[in-house]
Every structure is written in C-alpha cells, then in structure tokens.
C-alpha cells in the first residue's frame, strides 16, 4: 500500500496550490482520506478530511481557504489551498484511514497508511 503526495511548492502570500494524493495497492474508496502538515519544531497537525460519503472536515485555521475532494476512480484525493499565508508553511501528508469514529478524525493515530509528505513553502 501506498500514498504519494506531489503538488507541494514554494509560493507567495495569497498565492494558491492544488496537491495530490495518489493511493496504489488498495482500492480507498471506503477510506476516510486525511491531510496532515508539519512545520520545524511543531506537532503534526490536523488540516483536512474527507470520509467514503463525501463529508468533509477542516480546522478553523483552514476553512474557508482549503477545500480536500477525491475521485474515486482515480484513487486520488486532492487539497486545493488558496489565500496561502506563511504560516501555512510545512511538509504536508496524505493519510488514510479504514475507520473513523468522527470524534477522532483529526487525530494522527486514526490513520494507518501514510504518504511521504511534500514541502510546501508560503512566503511573505
């Protein structure tokens, strides 16, 4: 099993990226799909999630700017950010997980497959 991320860079403040993440060796279709980031110094945080039936979850550091969506056919989940700031700068993963309780889905414990991670870098 496997997850690769890509679409990661280096933009400028309010600029926008779309990453990507690619899932092979298992169809995750009934997943919960997560994005996780993490900066130097700091704890890996929650940043989005989507679930088999198509809800989605956010912190309020990112709604409204962040929008995560899949296609299933493609075994793909992508986050599209927008109005980058520069404290959106990290190493962004994808995630994966079988099962969810909703209480949890912001948890990195809840996931069981990981990607490798892509830089993503906003400057001022």
């Known amino acids: 099993v496997q997850l690769q991320a890509s679409g990661g860079g280096a933009v400028q403040a309010g600029g926008s990226l779309r990453l990507s993440c690619a899932a092979s060796?298992?169809?995750?279709?009934?997943?919960?799909m997560g994005w996780f980031r993490q900066a130097p110094g700091r704890e890996r945080e929650f940043v989005a999630a989507?679930?088999?039936?198509?809800?989605?979850h956010y912190p309020d550091s990112v709604r409204g700017r962040f929008t995560i969506s899949r296609d299933k056919a493609k075994n793909t989940v992508y986050l599209q950010m927008n109005s980058l700031k520069p404290e959106d700068t990290a190493v962004y993963y994808c995630?994966?997980?079988?099962?969810?309780?909703?209480?949890?889905?912001?948890?990195?414990?809840?996931?069981?497959?990981w990607g490798q991670g892509t830089q993503v870098t906003v400057s001022s």
């Open positions: 995630a994966a997980a079988p099962r969810v309780i909703v209480s949890m889905i912001r948890l990195p414990s809840t996931y069981d497959d």
């Open positions: 060796g298992r169809t995750f279709s009934s997943y919960t």
């Open positions: 989507i679930r088999s039936g198509g809800s989605t």
